[in-house]
């Protein structure tokens, strides 16, 4: 049994709130942590979280040994941190968060050139259109979309995310092609279904678009909602309808002309995308790399 990585799993248990979410936070399976948590337990002869299939409660001994393996975990972090300054070259873990569809179109692909400018550098990157929050989550670094909060953090802007409507040939060839944004009313839009807070969600019975004379609203509907933005453009290039999606991840199909763009005197407006980090963190080596490498990438110039 590695300890390290099963006292980590166990105060992973503990903040999730259960065994599954502490799966997803560390890229293994249930049965893995379950499997970590047993080991654990049969090493110390003492049982540290009273499970049921609806809850689990940390027995007295438990939560003391939890606030231990903090300050264990915290300890090695903390060494790790004054070799990594001592030596001044990016080595260890970076963890990354990143919204999914700009992760998977934009980041990862980028990844490969970061990890052989920094070969010591092992990258843990998590990609959801949550925003985990960075110091509670043990994250690095994330890529924000939207509007930001207040906060103590480091914002840097990086270029705009933008999107474009559009179609397939087969749809525009059955129901015509839109010329004005009132001819939306007449045709089937499909829309991501953004969840519940986030600043885009009217844009799923509403769409804007900024044209000559300034921002429009129109009235959508269409045969499908989905929050999946590879479900949504999958839709849109087997013809079930006209979309608004991310430039990353339509524009190798507007160049084989799989997708249409619509309207170009009318845009849908881009929203703001940040890279954001704690300013304690910057001193790392492997942050104040990776942070020079995606404002290259992407800043504003």
Known sequence: MDLFQAMTVYVRVVEAGSMTAAALQS???????GNHLKALEQRLGVRLLNRTTRRQRLTEFGAAYYQRCLEVLGLVEDSERLAEQALDEPGGTLRITA?????TERLAPALSEFSLQNPRVKLDVVLTNRRPLLLENDLDVAFRLGALEPSSLI????????????ASPDYLARKGTPEKPEDLQHHDCLSFAYPAGDDWQSAVKEWRLIG???EVSVTVSGPMLINSSAGLHQAARTGMGIVTMPDALVEQDLRDGKLVALMPQYLPPSR???????QDRYR???LRRFVDFAMQMWGKH
Request: with cysteine; glycine share 8%.
């Open 27 to 33: 890229g293994m399976s249930t049965t893995m942590v």
């Open 99 to 103: 919204p999914l569809t700009f992760g």
């Open 155 to 166: 914002a840097r802007p990086l270029i705009d995310y933008t999107l474009t409507m559009c």
């Open 212 to 214: 000559p004379n300034g």
């Open 272 to 278: 703001p995308l940040h890279l954001i980090y704690a």
């Open 284 to 286: 790392l080596p492997k």
